[in-house]
């Protein structure tokens, strides 16, 4: 790729204009990345039209209308009864019916007042809302003189929703990245000019058609998307293959194995002990291990991965244990800390947050192999971090997980064994194609004596009796999760319907905690960390979909989850293990909306019917398309930026066979796998 384009691509979102660095953090947890390239990939969901109306109250609220308005009267923003009205721009449509113009942000006021002065009729783009009788428009999209209508599309794409993030915002970006593309492609080849043509067309769509899954554009970039997937693969096969007879099996020096049982204050299960017999297996193999434990919230891989380290150290090697992110790095570290004590090895935590002195002490202590196990974030393959013999590299949740970012940490060892933990389960019939360099091993029994998590689906309508019947819980000392769901529609509208359940919450409880995307995550981090303490008076978390899959809070044996049609069921299976950690019974209760349907209810009875993640991946395959529900790039398994399951199973083969052959082993490839790799380049 030249190098121009890289640059463009790999350029932070935050030097977009109108965007900063503070959105820039919330696309990061939004579309996976905070790069252009991020945002280019980041699929639209759909279109909607404008409905061009000259009577507002004949358009239905919700519907995105434009419409000629002549401008009234300017009500500047005030304060009335200590409630904030904000600045109104009365205003009469051809009909004669008032609709109100609301701008509740004052930045750019001077701005938007210019365009609408009194007495001029102009022509207005944005969502309809009605309050009583009142029409409503708040910050309009589009503003035009008449004679301009051209300017204003006739339907909108619409993203992904995000927290704190709007459709103005994607919009504003897309428009400013595609715009200084051309510039950047000059003098590209063929292949790369084909593909960001594509990538134009799903963002600026000529129809509602034009996104389906099959039409030309997104299954060429599904087509890619394949390639790339399957070139990354062939290749890491390739180069595990070619290190056979080059690496030294490890001879056993110590005896820690059987103090590490021990120690245990469990039995393992069957599905463990199992797992770990192929691990050591792979182990003492010449060829490094490569192996993908799958496991659901709760089934034992820590322990299995601890075993694996335990192992490694027995034959004198290193284990690290890439987490990705720091809160979960420090709950890895305060398990393992104990139990490595108690076999007298030597374990540690190195994150972002270690600086100066003691992390000049960390680094030693790795280098001079008195560390045997560290637990950290990418901090673990950061340029001055070196290991004296890492042998067993363990990657917790790997989907989180670039290829760079994986061969960055294997680089730090010679011919380190792998081992990947997923919680999310994959289909068999996936697992295949998705992980063909792997082996996989299925954790699928739980710890004896876990009792199953009772699941239960009411109407939002029932929410006061729930709140009654969460109270002696609560002082029998239950711990809730309450999350709420993103909002379609971006705005402030997400955080604005968390506080609102707060509030509400707050009426009834005594001490309610709030966690969401727009808090910064110092705060977010330290109003986590009073909820999961047993004795702080913090009994119910309300929080969007931003906590953490894998944390652990073992007094929370209930959570709630509001509007769940709007989850995919893998997103509602990881949520829901957020409860049933300890031997308690737990509770999961889906409150659904009246807008729930007929489908939306079978997929809810999936959960209350089983607990078995593999059965509720299959279903979930089964009954969604891609791109249909809120939050998917977050809930766990969807890793495909534009392939859909089901619909390109003939290009999955394609692919497959056009990267075994090698053919694809060129220039290009290397940049389509740059291009979909997920690991971000920008360190946040
Ligand atoms: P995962 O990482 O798969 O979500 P963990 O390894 O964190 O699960 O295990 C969840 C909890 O179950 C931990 O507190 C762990 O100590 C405990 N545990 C693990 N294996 C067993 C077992 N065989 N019997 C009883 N408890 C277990
Ligand atoms: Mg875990």
Redesign the pocket.
């Known amino acids: 790729m030249k190098k121009d384009l890289f640059d463009f691509l790999n350029t932070d979102l935050q030097f977009v204009k109108g965007v900063g660095p503070v959105l820039a953090a919330r696309l990061n947890d939004v579309i996976g990345g905070r790069r252009v390239l991020d945002f280019m990939l980041h699929r639209p969901s759909g279109v909607r039209p404008r409905t061009v109306t000259d009577c507002a109250s004949a358009a239905t609220p919700g519907q995105t209308i434009t419409i000629e308005l002549q401008v009234k009267s300017v009500r500047t923003a005030r304060s009335f009864r200590g409630r904030r009205v904000p600045t109104q721009i009365v205003c009469a449509d051809r009909a004669g019916d008032v609709v109100t113009i609301q701008f509740f942000n004052s930045n750019f006021l001077e701005y938007w007042l210019k365009k609408l002065p009194v007495g001029a009729w102009r022509i207005v783009s944005g969502k309809l809302e009605r309050s009583g009788t009142r029409n409503i428009i708040n910050h309009p999209e589009f503003i035009e003189e008449l004679e301009n209508i051209s300017r204003i599309p006739s339907m909108q794409v619409i993203y992904p929703a995000g927290e704190g993030v709007t459709q103005k915002t994607f919009a504003n970006i897309r428009d400013q990245v595609f715009a200084a593309l051309p510039d950047r492609l000059a003098g590209a080849d063929e292949n790369t000019r084909e593909f960001f043509d594509a990538l134009h067309d799903i963002h600026f769509p000529d129809s509602a058609d034009a996104l389906l899954p099959n039409a030309a554009a997104p299954a060429k970039l599904a087509y890619y998307e394949l390639l790339a997937h399957q070139s990354a693969i062939a290749i890491s096969r390739r180069a595990r293959l070619d290190v056979r007879n080059r690496r030294a099996v490890r001879a056993k020096k110590y005896d820690l194995m059987d103090r590490f049982y021990a120690s245990l204050s469990?039995?393992?299960?069957g599905a463990?002990r199992r797992t770990l017999d192929e691990i050591f297996a792979d182990m003492s193999r010449d060829i490094p291990m490569m192996r993908l434990v799958q496991?659901?919230?709760?089934?034992?891989?820590?322990?299995v991965a601890l075993a694996a380290a335990v192992h490694m150290a027995e034959r004198a090697g290193q284990t690290a244990l890439l987490a990705p992110t720091d809160t979960l790095a420090q709950q890895h570290y305060a398990?393992l800390k104990p139990m490595c004590d108690k076999i007298g090895i030597v374990c540690d935590v190195l994150t972002g947050r270690d600086k100066g002195a003691a992390r000049r002490e960390k680094l030693i202590s790795l280098r001079s192999g008195r560390t045997r196990i560290v637990v950290g974030t990418h901090a673990l393959f950061s340029d001055d971090v070196e290991y004296k013999d890492l042998g067993l590299v363990v990657i917790d949740e790997q989907h989180r997980f670039g290829v760079a970012q994986r061969e960055a940490l294997r680089a730090k060892g010679a011919h380190p064994d792998m081992l990947a933990?997923s919680?999310t389960p994959i289909p068999r019939t996936l697992s295949m194609t998705m992980y063909g360099d792997m082996d996989v091993s299925v954790?699928n029994e739980k710890?004896?004596?876990r009792l199953p998590i009772r699941t239960s689906k009411i109407p939002m309508s029932r929410i006061d009796e729930l709140t009654a019947h969460l109270a002696p819980q609560i002082a029998a000392g239950a711990k809730v999760f309450w999350v709420c769901p993103l909002v379609e529609d971006g705005e402030d509208t997400t955080m604005t319907a968390a506080s609102a359940r707060h509030e509400y919450l707050e009426k009834y409880f005594p001490s309610v905690g709030l966690v969401h995307g727009q808090m910064d995550k110092k705060r977010r981090d330290a109003v986590m960390a009073e909820f999961a303490d047993d004795n702080s008076a913090m009994k119910i978390l309300v929080a969007t979909t931003v906590i953490e899959v894998?944390i652990?809070v073992p007094r929370a044996t209930i959570i709630v989850i509001e509007n769940a049609e709007r989850f995919g069921l893998a997103a509602l299976h990881q949520l829901r293990g957020r409860v049933g950690?300890g031997n308690l019974q737990s509770y999961c209760i889906l409150l659904f909306g009246r807008a729930v349907g007929d489908d939306g209810l079978r997929r809810l009875d999936v959960l209350c019917e089983t607990d078995d993640g593999f059965a509720i991946a299959e279903q979930d395959l089964m009954m969604r398309g891609v791109g249909e529900l809120i939050g998917t790039r977050q809930s766990g398994w969807i890793q495909y930026h534009f392939v859909d399951y089901r619909m390109h199973r003939d290009l999955f083969r394609l692919a497959s066979r056009a990267a075994m052959d090698g053919t694809t082993d060129d220039g290009w490839t290397r940049d389509l796998m740059y291009i979909f790799d997920r690991g971000d380049t920008i360190s946040a």
């Not at 469990?266 to 299960?269: A, D, K, M, P, V």
């Open positions: 469990f039995e393992l299960t463990q496991g659901d919230v709760g089934s034992g891989k820590t322990i398990k933990l919680a954790i710890p004896a004596g894998g652990d950690r």
